[in-house]
């Protein structure tokens, strides 16, 4: 079966960096777009970045471009999100996300919808704060 299972996360200073990983498994990684997104507290969800099947394409959110980068590693299964310059409005959960159609990616925003998803990972929480 799908599985998206995250790994990183935590606790960091204003400033700080923290990348995150989802390590997928039960389907054809390479096959797919991948996202990020994320909740805020008291908030709904946030697209955050896209990449395209083989990482050669990335697009951003206005709020975190330039300070997050989004890739791939199709031999280990794996997508990360590299986070630098953390502000505290960046505190929220984030989850990966599997694309539901094969071999489709656009650039640009991706409403955070299970009509374009259709696996997520578990979330792991981000908190920046001094």
């Known amino acids: 079966q799908v599985q998206l299972v995250q790994f990183g996360g935590g606790l960091v200073q204003p400033g700080g960096s923290l990348r995150l990983s989802c390590v997928a498994s039960g389907f054809t990684f390479s096959d797919y777009a991948m996202s990020w997104v994320r909740q805020a507290p008291g908030k709904g969800l946030e697209w955050v970045s896209s990449?395209?099947?083989?990482?050669?394409?990335?697009s951003y959110a206005d709020t975190v471009k330039g300070r997050f980068t989004i890739s791939r590693d199709n031999a280990k299964n794996t997508l990360y999100l590299q986070m630098d310059s953390l502000k505290p409005d960046d505190t929220a959960v984030y989850s990966c996300a599997k694309w539901s159609a094969r071999g489709v990616y656009y650039s640009g925003y991706v409403p955070p919808s299970d009509d374009e998803y259709d696996y997520w990972g578990q979330g792991t929480q981000v908190t920046v704060s001094s």
């Open positions: 990449i395209n099947m083989n990482g050669g394409s990335a």
